[in-house]
């Protein structure tokens, strides 16, 4: 039932930011949401997280570079994408836990060097 919109997607040069969108369909109040990434040929991992009733956690690849944040009011989370590097390029994908599981259709950040 829960729709996943996700935006922001895009081409950057190294050293460049991006901010990912994420928009549910109903209140993220209550559930757990994260972003996970996938490179082609490598596995889908956890990027971000901010469990429900905990604070953000992210890969150590990505701190100190990279900020989850949720808005309530608009029911969208967001990924803030600064110091992109190329190893950053992958479709990304935000999750959202609420009783079930619920992925978005993902959004391509590709990184030049």
């Known amino acids: 039932q829960v729709q996943l919109v996700e935006s922001g997607g895009g081409l950057v040069q190294a050293g460049g930011s991006l901010r990912l969108s994420c928009a549910a369909s109903g209140s993220i109040f209550m559930a757990s949401m994260a972003w996970y990434r996938q490179a082609p040929g490598k596995q889908r991992e956890l990027v971000a997280a901010i469990p429900t009733g905990s604070s953000p956690n992210y890969a150590d690849s990505v701190k100190g570079r990279f900020t989850i944040s949720s808005d309530n009011a608009k029911n969208t989370v967001y990924l803030q994408m600064n110091s992109l590097k190329p190893e950053d390029t992958a479709v990304y994908y935000c999750?959202?836990?609420?009783?079930?599981?619920?992925w978005g259709q993902g959004t391509q950040v590709t990184v030049s060097s």
């Open positions: 999750y959202l836990r609420w009783f079930r599981d619920y």
